[in-house]
């Protein structure tokens, strides 16, 4: 059974970090991309980053550059998200994602994600 199961969510005050993280069991995330989505309430689902293990290319979305890293571990077929320099905005529930990479670049669009996590809280308060 294909499973994604993250941790590592909490409450932080702004300014404060958190690392996120997403294993997988059931398959290997070599041939893949890896996302982090995030939806705060009554907000529409964001894509955060993304990752292609295979080669460790990387992509951000504006609002998240230079304060949070996507990353991997292949031994232990989880992938990260170290969050820096957190804000208030960042509250949400944030989510790992995957889907077959098929040899083009990975992107942050939620619809081509085919299996989720069930999710993580993330709370910055001011």
């Keep these: 059974q ?3 199961v993250e941790s590592g969510g909490g409450s932080v005050q702004a300014g404060g970090s958190l690392r996120l993280s997403c294993a997988a069991s ?14 705060a309430p009554g907000k529409e689902r964001e894509g955060v980053a993304v990752i292609w293990p295979a080669d ?10 230079g304060r949070f890293t996507i990353s991997q571990d292949n031994a232990k077929n ?12 960042d509250t ?16 942050l ?9 069930q999710g993580t809280q993330v709370t910055v308060s001011s």
Excluded at 92 to 107: D, K
């Design 109 to 117: 669009v939620s619809p081509l994600y085919n299996i989720w996590g």
């Design 56 to 65: 460790s290319s990387t992509l951000y979305a504006d609002s998240v550059k």
């Design 92 to 107: 949400a529930m944030y989510y790992c994602a995957t889907y077959p990479s098929n040899g083009g670049w990975c992107v």
């Design 2 to 4: 294909v499973q994604l």
């Design 26 to 39: 059931g398959y290997t995330y070599s041939r893949t991309c890896v996302g982090w989505f995030r939806q």
């Design 78 to 89: 989880t992938v990260y998200l170290q969050m820096n320099s957190l804000k208030p905005e």
